[in-house]
Nanobody, 125 residues
Framework: QVQLVESGGGLVQAGGSLRLSCATSGLTFSNYRMGWFRQAPGKEREFVAAIRRNGGDTRYAEFVKGRFTISRDNAKNTLYLQMNSLKPEDTAAYYC??????????????????WGQGTQVTVSS
């Protein structure tokens, strides 16, 4: 049974930082492309960042470039998202996702096979 469990969300002031983690089980983590998405109330889920199996390539949404960093530890079966310089518009539920397909970076919701339950990030102004 595949499980993805996010943690690290919370309430932070604008300009602050948070580090999200996504602990995985039930899959061979190093064989999966991984991504972070977010969803604000009343909005569609949107791509934030993604990383290849070996961590050698990453991609970011324009609105987080230079502020967020995605990384993975294949030995710990864990995905991370370091979020700096947070803005109120970053407020959303953040989800990690796993995709077993071969190929390059995946940025679409439909590319991913497994999802976590989400962790809430709230940025106050």
């Amino acid at each position: 049974q595949v499980q993805l469990v996010e943690s690290g969300g919370g309430l932070v002031q604008a300009g602050g930082s948070l580090r999200l983690s996504c602990a995985t089980s039930g899959l061979t983590f190093s064989n999966y492309r991984m991504g972070w998405f977010r969803q604000a109330p009343g909005k569609e889920r949107e791509f934030v960042a993604a990383i290849r199996r070996n961590g050698g390539d990453t991609r970011y949404a324009e609105f987080v470039k230079g502020r967020f960093t995605i990384s993975r530890d294949n030995a710990k079966n864990t995905l991370y998202l370091q979020m700096n310089s947070l803005k109120p518009e970053d407020t959303a539920a953040y989800y990690c996702a796993a995709d077993r397909s071969l190929g390059a970076i995946a940025t679409r919701v439909r590319d991913y096979d497994y999802w976590g339950q989400g962790t809430q990030v709230t940025v106050s102004s």
